[in-house]
Each structure stands twice: as structure tokens, then as C-alpha cells.
């Protein structure tokens, strides 16, 4: 596709449950990074992609978040016993390379109820 | 850890002015200072960088400025449109050679009034 695509647009889950989130990143874009956006504030940074590793997930809040890029392109954001904290807008961004400009897609709402 | 500060308040202005919105930072001097656009229900979209040894960049109706002195990037909108109502979020890369990770600020909403 032209853009940064993600699904679902809005998932609403029950606290404990798991979910993943899917992140559809530009062809050829070898950096791919996962931010969190509560209401009011800024993007969050959470893992960043450099191809299939994870170079860099100083951001993620605890170990019940993950995420894995295992081709190095398509990217899934997993939560583990999700906590109603954890509800946001989890953006996905991914750029030619580090450094450039990030291209964002329009988010997933996660509400934990 | 790098903190960044943008008006929380609501910037309103008349159409056909020029917006001013400001972006300062403590602690350390990024490589790099991004601005973005995000309208309700949207991801961010991108507008301008600029480097560390930039003073200043231009893009269309768009001026962003560059003080490392100051710790403190401007960012103008010339000729403001209605369509040009929105928040806007100034970015900064991370410390220390991690300059893969953005830190973003809180965004100012501008809103343009006809």
C-alpha cells in the first residue's frame, strides 16, 4: 500500500485478555518503530525495528508488552494480561532508514474494559 | 532524561496571520528537531527537520528556527488557512547516539479562525 497501515482501527478487549496489534509498514522501509499516544499527550516511544531486530526496546512499559518483525517488514505489538492502562492509541511509524523522516499510520485504540 | 516543553494552551488566530508556535527542551542538545502535524483521529504527519548546525529551514509557508543557546526551536505558519487548524508536535531525538527514537513534546493545538 502507499501508507503505513494498521489493524484493527479499534479493538476493545476484557482486563487479562491478550491482544496483538498489526502493523503494515511502507515497502522497502527497513526501520519500523511502535509509539503509544494517551489523550493529551504526545507519542510515546515504545521498540524500534532496524530489519528483524529489535534494536532498541527501552521503551516498552514491562514484559507483558512484546513485539516481533520476523521478516522484516509486517510487525505485530503483543500484550499479555492487559491492564485498563493500557488503553491509548498505538501508532506505528516506519522510515527508509534511521534518521529520515517516519512515516505514521493512523493508530489502533485499544480500550480495556 | 530530555524534557520537552510546548504551549499546552490553545493557540487561536485570524486567518491570514502568522502562527508561532514554541518548542524548548532541557537537558541535553539533539542532533535533530522534527515537527509534525496530527489532526483528531489521525497519526502525526511530518513537516520539517532540521539539523543540529541549522539555524533555520523553509518548506512553503512553514519556517522552523533552530537555537541551541536558547534550547528552543519556533515554528511559523505565514499566510495561516483554516485547513491549517490542527496540533502540532515537536520532536526531538534521543540522547546519546539513540537517535532512532523520537521524544515528542505534547503538541499545540492551533486553531485558524475564518
Known amino acids: 500500500g502507499a501508507g503505513v497501515s494498521q489493524t484493527p482501527s479499534n479493538k476493545v478487549t476484557e482486563k487479562g485478555k491478550y491482544v496483538e496489534l498489526r502493523c503494515d509498514p511502507i515497502?522497502?522501509?527497513?526501520?519500523l518503530y511502535w509509539y503509544r499516544q494517551s489523550l493529551g499527550q504526545g507519542p510515546e516511544f515504545l521498540i524500534y525495528f532496524q530489519g528483524t531486530g529489535a534494536a532498541d526496546d527501552s521503551g516498552l512499559p514491562n514484559d507483558r508488552f512484546f513485539a516481533v518483525r520476523p521478516e522484516g517488514s509486517v510487525s505485530t505489538l503483543k500484550i499479555q494480561r492487559t491492564e485498563r492502562g493500557d488503553s491509548a492509541v498505538y501508532l506505528c511509524?516506519?522510515?527508509?532508514?534511521?534518521?529520515?523522516?517516519?512515516?505514521f499510520g493512523q493508530g489502533t485504540r485499544l480500550t480495556v474494559v | 532524561s530530555q524534557k520537552i516543553e510546548q504551549n499546552s494552551e490553545a493557540l487561536n488566530i485570524q486567518e491570514g496571520k502568522t502562527a508561532t508556535l514554541t518548542c524548548n527542551y532541557t537537558?541535553?542538545?539533539?542532533?535533530?528537531l522534527q515537527w509534525y502535524r496530527q489532526d483528531p483521529g489521525r497519526g502525526p504527519v511530518f513537516l520539517l527537520l532540521i539539523r543540529e548546525n541549522e539555524k533555520e529551514k523553509r518548506k512553503e509557508r512553514l519556517k522552523v528556527t533552530f537555537d541551541t543557546t536558547l534550547k528552543q526551536s519556533l515554528f511559523h505558519i505565514t499566510a495561516s488557512q483554516p485547513a491549517d487548524s490542527a496540533t502540532y508536535l515537536c520532536?526531538?531525538?534521543?540522547?546519546?547516539?539513540?537517535?532512532?527514537?523520537?521524544?515528542f513534546g505534547t503538541g499545540t493545538l492551533l486553531a485558524v479562525q475564518p
Open positions: 515497502s522497502g522501509h527497513t526501520a
Open positions: 520532536a526531538l531525538d534521543g540522547y546519546g547516539g539513540a537517535t532512532n527514537k523520537l521524544i
Open positions: 511509524a516506519s522510515s527508509l532508514q534511521e534518521n529520515t523522516e517516519a512515516f
Open positions: 537537558n541535553y542538545s539533539p542532533a535533530y
